[in-house]
């Protein structure tokens, strides 16, 4: 770890979040657990605190997480992510913000059907501005992969418009128990949005649990990625 950082985990009371805590708190993190209810964030937080064992993980409201975390993570439904970002834009002062959203529009959510006007991760850096830096990761990572404990031989696909952005993610990706890549910027966001509905469809037609996916023929992340 290059360094302990203080980590908001929105919606981290729900399956991604609740696993990326955990990971992180594994990895020796601070972090809080973000909520519509203060009250449902302390329990998690208690949960991910005994699993992890660190003393380190606290649980609060979505706004007052996002206030305190140097990074925050949106992990909620396509359904509430616009209000989610609403509640909590006064909260942003310039940090690192990774967007885990999959534009799922249930029930049909193993059909790939984005949004109008591109990826979420686009969306989301328009909507919040200056006052957050975006990042997309972590739309390919089954949840009950990052909770089973078991190792991870999937990809985090990486996006953000600035490359220290995406080395920071791509390092937590790490610290997560996956393998971060550097993927571009925010507009490739399209590409990870759309593959978790073919996963999901995959998921169902081989009776699998957690499919993800593999980037072949690489070995290791550059040391300095391109610019865009
Ligand atoms: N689950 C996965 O394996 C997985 C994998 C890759 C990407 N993703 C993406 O990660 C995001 C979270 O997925 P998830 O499965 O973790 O979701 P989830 O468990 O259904 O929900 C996460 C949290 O979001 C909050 N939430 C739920 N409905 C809400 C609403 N209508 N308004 C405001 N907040 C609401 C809840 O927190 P509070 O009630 O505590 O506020 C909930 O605990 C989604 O965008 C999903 O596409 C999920």
Known sequence: MSGRKRIAVLGGTGNLGYGLALRWARAGHEIAIGSRSADRAQEAAGRIGEASGSSDVTGMDNATAAQWGEIVTLTVPWAAHDATLETILPSLHGQVLIDTTVPLKPPRVAVVQL?????????????????????GAFHNIAAGLLTSGAV??????????????????????????????????????????????????????????????????IETCPDEPPSD
């Open 115 to 135: 949004p109008e006007g591109g990826p979420v991760a686009v969306r989301t850096q328009a909507l919040v501005g200056d006052r957050a830096r975006v990042a």
């Open 152 to 217: 991870i031989d999937c990809d985090v696909l990486v996006t953000a418009d600035d490359p220290e952005t995406r080395r920071l993610v791509i390092e937590l990706a790490g610290e997560a128990g996956c393998r971060g890549l550097d993927a571009g910027p925010l507009a490739n966001s399209v590409v990870p949005e759309a593959l978790t509905s073919i996963l999901i469809h995959i998921n169902r037609t081989y009776r699998a649990g957690h499919a993800g996916i593999r980037i072949t023929g």
